[in-house]
């Protein structure tokens, strides 16, 4: 018999579909995208659309197995699940004898979007371990301390009220890959007429479809901005009464932007001093304007004040007064999620370090000593070697004997297969929980409809069992999946005005009460969830902090470095023109954007989505390519100090001279390096932030 399910995307992905899952004698058969929710409208994106076929792939991890052979060659027995969880504890108490609690430390990411098994599932586990605090600014944490600073922890405009706008610009933000259940909605209000720009350095897919691409400089957006602020100010287009309103530090940044003139930008940023202004002027003048704002803009050394350049734009105009305009950074800042339950920040030791995930590398490598070594890993939803930067060292570190590693996966991934424990992990409708969603205003049930094949287990349910073993009796541990969701939700919360379990469970999913597509204007009125209750333009003394919405809920990271009261431009770490040494041995700027058909690393081991989004690639303008002698479609190698990567060189104009573009996520057990081979793990200048779009490279014919 066919049964159907509601289900939810877990992947980490804006969009968080909500899905039917097709059943028949207890195996998952199909999935469609639920017609019902006006997001996904009825449709999944190629990388879903035979998820079943993920679920069952002949290479998912199905039992515990142990390491038995030299590390990273790929020799695993299976053991059981007794055998796994007693060697994992009795390996840490060891450790926790020896060196101490912090000698160990949890790696996760979204992997796993779901507020049970995701991101946060190990949290509360691994705090009332004393382990050390995994830092995790992977993606928007620079871009929500800007947001922060700026406006608050609001959901700014609904991504559905994009219908509503008139003059639409996607900044650094690749729709037609990666927010695809967004892009639809600006289509049609491109049909209504809207006016849709894409401010993007290269010509994305997206940038292709738009009615005006504009291509600054690598790293150079925040010049871009500033001027864009000095036209609007000095042409005489802000919404004055809006601005003194609503607004702090006005007359500051009028101050600091009366030197960032278009021509100023023009020489930075590449882009003509009379486009800046144009884009100034119909940005203004166009009601309602909305911005979107891409995580890919943080990714420059000024990524954050790029940010907060951009996040005052709506204000100086007053596009926050009409419905469908403003900006849109994550709406998850008004899902109300109780974080402190989940991780539990409470049960951190006083004193525990935090150590940060992007310098996965040179923390194992002792590049960057952190007092106490780390002598196990444990990682899950989340793979590191393809997905962080310094990979090299990465690898070199997992590669150490020293270190116990855990990987709990789908697949024996370029991070699992250096593991010394390999737990097998549940998939989409093998478990019960509620996805959380960075891109829009519902919530989303994913309901438990088959068994997992072999003997995986959900995350939760192997935290449960540690948390079991070391005797951990807080109520957190004893919960199962169900009662976790009635207690990680805030029920009573007015945007869940209707809503409980009983009701996900029957519909799939539920819009938060924040207002409808057709009336929400949360700043209409000023209203920023911000100290002053204003936009802040301008902010005292505030010191770098890292602010991402689902990093653990301990005291943020707080640098004591004073961040500039204002934005403005800061320049990248590695170009041409702020790093001349460098760039004479490396001149080619990279970019490392998300694959059209992989999310992330996942996929990228299936055959047919790699037949579809193609073999690596290195986009490369005929300028760079001739001045090389490398012809196209033939294998290039990328490399610098930090290592390299190969890919097929694809001549395009797509990319203008000093800038070449290979997309993430591809394996590097089946292909030479990857992207991240050759990207520093230095941060941005605000959050914490990684810097991936601020590497400068050298491409040779191989
Ligand atoms: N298909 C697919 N979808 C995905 C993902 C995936 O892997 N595949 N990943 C998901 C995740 S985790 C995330 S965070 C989102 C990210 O989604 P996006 O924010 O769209 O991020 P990217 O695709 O990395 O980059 C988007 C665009 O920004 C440009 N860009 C990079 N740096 C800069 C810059 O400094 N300035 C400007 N102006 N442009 C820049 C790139 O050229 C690229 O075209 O996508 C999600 N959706
Ligand atoms: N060069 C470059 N690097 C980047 C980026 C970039 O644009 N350029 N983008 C960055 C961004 S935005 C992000 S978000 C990060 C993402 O970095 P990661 O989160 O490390 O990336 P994924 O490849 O999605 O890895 C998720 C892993 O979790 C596993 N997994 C999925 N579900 C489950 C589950 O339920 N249980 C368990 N145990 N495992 C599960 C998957 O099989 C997969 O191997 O990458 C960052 N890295
Ligand atoms: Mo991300």
Redesign the pocket.
């Known amino acids: 018999m066919k049964t159907s399910h509601p289900g939810g995307c877990p992947h980490?992905?804006?969009d968080t579909c909500a899905m039917v899952f097709e059943v028949e004698d207890g195996k998952l058969t199909g999935v469609k995208g639920n017609s019902d929710h006006p997001m996904t409208r009825g449709g999944l994106?190629g990388?879903l659309n035979d998820y079943e076929k993920r679920h069952y792939h002949p290479d998912r991890l199905l039992y515990p197995m142990r390491r038995s052979g030299p590390k990273g060659t790929h020799q695993f027995e299976r053991i059981s699940w007794n055998e796994a969880l007693d060697e994992i504890v009795s390996r840490w108490q060891l450790i926790i004898a020896e060196h101490g609690p912090q000698a160990i430390m949890p790696y996760s990411y979204?992997g796993n979007q779901g507020l049970v098994h995701g991101l946060n599932g190990g949290d509360a586990f691994f705090n009332r371990l004393g382990a050390t605090v995994t830092e995790r600014t992977f993606?928007?944490e620079g871009s929500s301390t800007a947001w922060l600073l700026t406006v608050g922890p609001t959901a700014g405009v609904d991504p559905e009220s994009f219908i509503h706008a008139k003059y639409i610009i996607l900044?650094?933000?690749?729709?037609v890959?990666?927010?695809l259940h967004h892009w639809h909605i600006v289509k049609e209000a491109q049909k209504k007429g809207a006016k849709i720009v894409v401010?993007?350095?290269?010509a994305?897919k997206?940038?292709k479809e738009a009615d005006w691409h504009i291509a600054?400089k690598?790293?150079t957006?925040g010049a871009l901005a500033m001027a864009m602020i000095h036209t609007i100010i000095e042409d005489g287009w802000v919404d004055q009464d809006y601005v003194e309103q609503y607004t702090v530090g006005f007359a500051d940044l009028k101050e600091r932007t009366k030197t960032r003139t278009p021509e100023w930008a023009e020489e930075i940023t590449g882009v003509p001093a009379h486009v800046i202004r144009t884009l100034a002027r119909e940005y203004a003048t166009t009601q309602p304007a909305a911005i979107r704002l891409?995580?890919?803009?943080e990714?420059?050394h000024g990524?954050g004040q790029s940010i907060r350049a951009v996040s005052c734009l709506p204000a100086l105009t007053g596009a926050w007064r009409h419905v469908g305009g403003g900006a849109l950074q994550f709406p998850v800042w008004e899902h109300p999620y109780k974080f402190d339950v989940i991780c539990r920040p409470d049960l951190i030791p006083e004193g525990t370090r935090v150590v940060n995930a992007l310098q996965l590398g040179r923390v194992l490598t002792n590049e960057a000593p952190t007092g106490i070594p780390i002598k196990s890993l444990m990682c899950w939803n989340a793979n590191p070697v393809t997905q962080a930067p310094e990979t090299d060292k990465i690898v070199q570190g997992l590669l150490n004997e020293d270190l116990f590693m855990v990987s709990a996966e789908h697949f024996i991934t370029d991070t699992a297969m250096y593991a010394d424990i390999l737990l097998p992990a549940s998939m989409g409708a093998e478990m019960e929980d509620m996805i959380l969603s960075w891109g829009h205003l519902y919530l989303t049930y994913n309901a438990k409809c088959v068994d997992s094949p072999g003997e995986a287990i959900p995350n939760n349910e192997i935290f449960r069992r540690l948390a079991s073993r070391f005797g951990f009796q807080e109520a957190n541990f004893q919960w199962t999946d169900s009662e976790c969701l009635e207690h990680y939700v805030n029920w009573d919360a007015p945007a869940c005005e209707g809503i409980n379990l009983a009701y996900l469970r029957e519909h799939g999913f539920a819009r938060l009460k924040v207002g409808t597509k057709d009336d929400r204007a949360p700043h209409k009125q000023g209203n920023f969830p911000t100290p002053s209750g204003k936009c802040q333009l301008k902010v005292e003394g505030a010191t770098n902090f890292v602010a991402g919405p689902f990093r653990q809920m301990y005291e943020g990271f707080q640098s004591g470095q004073l961040l500039d009261p204002l934005p403005d431009y800061v320049a990248p770490r590695e170009s041409v023109l702020s790093n001349q040494i460098l760039a004479k041995k490396y001149p080619l700027t990279i970019?490392s954007?998300?694959?059209?058909?992989?999310?992330?690393s996942c996929y990228a081991n299936m055959d047919n989505k790699i037949k579809s989004q193609g073999e690596q690639f290195v986009l490369i303008n005929s300028v760079d390519a001739d001045l090389r002698g490398i012809k196209h479609g033939e294998k290039v190698r990328v490399f610098n100090e930090r290592g390299a990567f190969e890919g097929n060189a694809r001549i395009t104009d797509d990319v203008t001279p000093g800038l070449i573009?290979a997309t993430?996520?591809y394996w590097r057990q089946l292909n030479k390096g990857t992207v991240n081979s050759i990207s520093s793990a230095e941060f941005v200048n605000m959050g914490n932030a990684p810097s991936f779009?601020d590497n400068l490279v050298q491409v040779e014919a191989t």
């Open positions: 980490d992905c804006p994106c990388k979204l993606c928007g900044w650094a933000c690749n729709s890959s990666t927010n401010i993007d350095s290269y994305s997206t940038a600054p690598p790293g957006d891409g995580v890919a803009l990714r420059h990524g970019f954007p998300k694959s059209h058909g992989f999310l992330n573009v993430l996520g779009s």
